[in-house]
T-cell receptor, first 109, second 114 residues
Framework: RKEVEQDPGPFNVPEGATVAFNCTYSNSASQSFFWYRQDCRKEPKLLMS???SGNEDGRFTAQLNRASQYISLLIRDSKLSDSATYLC??????????FGAGTTVTVRA | ETGVTQSPTHLIKTRGQQVTLRCSSQ?????VSWYQQALGQGPQFIFQYYREEENGRGNFPPRFSGLQFPNYSSELNVNALELDDSALYLC?????????????FGPGTRLTVL
């Protein structure tokens, strides 16, 4: 079983729509959780950290469910510039980050 | 921009050759992690260097080795290249080597093994 699993998508949505997707992680001892964004052939960039209480950053909302070991990301009022691959990332109790394979989102005009 | 730089940008090698990739960490960061990202996959952790010592390693064979220098820049060396080593190699710097630290990625080195 992979440490972090994501629906690869693609999620193809019109501008202004809301899109949401999850990832699941296998290590119950995981301590830190992130969403990174990766544009085609570019490096990953931190979108947001994810906290147990849930957190919001503008149009982006992340939720963490430790009991069910899943993390979600919701994007409201999608923009064309939101088209990217979103990587779910889990940190363990040491140094290591485990990445999912990514969820591809395409926002169309 | 993150301030993390990598060189070279692209590299083409043949099977059996050796390669060295370089990474300069962001100012103030003492930790560099290396990742391999194959096409269509997420980055896979290779190893991490913290204050010039290897701080942990993923499931990669010993032919993947590294160094970290006193200025916290780092090298990734891969010996006896195989076709499956073709990938984007990413380095990421962070403040203090903890999984809770934000990691800032460089632009990557795209390695093609023929």
């Amino acid at each position: 079983r992979k440490e972090v699993e994501q629906d690869p998508g693609p999620f193809n949505v019109p501008e202004g729509a809301t899109v949401a997707f999850n990832c699941t992680y296998s290590n119950s001892a995981s301590q830190s959780f992130f969403w990174y964004r990766q544009d085609c052939r570019k490096e990953p960039k931190l979108l947001m950290s994810v906290y147990s209480s849930g957190n919001e950053d503008g149009r982006f909302t992340a939720q963490l469910n430790r009991a069910s070991q899943y993390i979600s990301l919701l994007i409201r009022d999608s923009k064309l510039s939101d088209s990217a691959t979103y990587l779910c990332v889990v940190g363990h109790n040491d140094y290591k980050l485990s990445f999912g394979a990514g969820t591809t989102v395409t926002v169309r005009a | 921009e993150t301030g993390v730089t990598q060189s070279p940008t692209h590299l083409i090698k043949t099977r059996g050759q050796q390669v060295t990739l370089r990474c300069s960490s962001q100012s103030g960061h003492n930790t560099v992690s290396w990742y391999q990202q194959a096409l269509g996959q997420g980055p896979q952790f290779i190893f991490q260097y913290y204050r010039e010592e290897e701080n942990g390693r993923g499931n990669f064979p010993p032919r993947f080795s590294g160094l970290q220098f006193p200025n916290y820049s780092s090298e990734l060396n891969v010996n006896a290249l195989e076709l499956d080593d073709s990938a984007l190699y990413l380095c990421a710097s962070s403040f203090d080597g903890q999984a809770t630290d934000t990691q800032y990625f460089g632009p990557g080195t795209r390695l093609t093994v023929l």
